[in-house]
């Protein structure tokens, strides 16, 4: 089983890298709380400091151990130029404001991110703590739905919980989605 958790709400979203808010950490440790009698070992994260922080505090929660990977990193799936028809015309103008660091031509990286961390870690319990974007492209992935797709599912709020696990033939579900953990008052 992968559970994807998207990072808890951001300090500053004004900044280059915000960690986490107060309630950022609060949703974090409610995310921990829903997990801590899963059998996780592992919590493999992108290198932003606010995937890095929901990581350490979930690792904390669970006594798990966390590792940075860059197949987490934030990326946002841009079409090429011969894949453009893929998409609706009315969201052209808003992938040309994609910064060049996030652009992952036709979701090539997320897709091999996405077919590595299944084959590697389907048969374990492990989190996956990522960004929005990358979470709805595994989902679409999963859905083997086409490219744009991705652009439909959401919006992923802060700390949620995607879970998907394999069903009898081995191929991954989407089990849970885009779960809000609710806090305590």
């Given at each position: ?83 453009r028809g ?63 797709t991705w ?35």
């Amino acid at each position: 089983m992968i559970h994807l958790v998207r990072h808890g709400e951001a300090a500053g979203e004004d900044q280059a890298d915000p960690g986490l808010s107060d309630h950022g950490r609060r949703q974090v440790e409610a995310v921990a709380n829903r997990l801590a009698f899963r059998p996780i070992r592992q919590v493999l994260h992108g290198p932003s400091r606010r995937t890095s922080e929901t990581a350490c505090i979930l690792t904390e929660n669970l006594g798990a151990g966390a590792t940075p990977s860059d197949l987490l990193v934030d990326r946002t799936p841009v079409p090429s130029a011969e894949r453009r028809g893929d998409y609706p015309t009315h969201r052209w103008e808003w992938f040309e404001d994609v910064p060049a660091t996030e652009r992952d031509l036709d979701g090539a990286e997320l897709t091999e991110a996405w077919h590595r961390l299944w084959f590697e870690h389907h048969d374990e319990e492990i989190v996956l703590v990522t960004h929005a974007f990358v979470i709805a492209w595994f989902v679409r992935q999963v859905l083997n739905a086409p490219p744009a797709t991705w652009m439909r599912i959401g919006p992923i709020g802060n700390a949620t919980l995607t879970s998907i696990g394999p069903n009898l033939a081995g191929e991954p579900v989407v089990e849970t989605f885009n779960a809000e953990v609710v806090l305590p008052p």
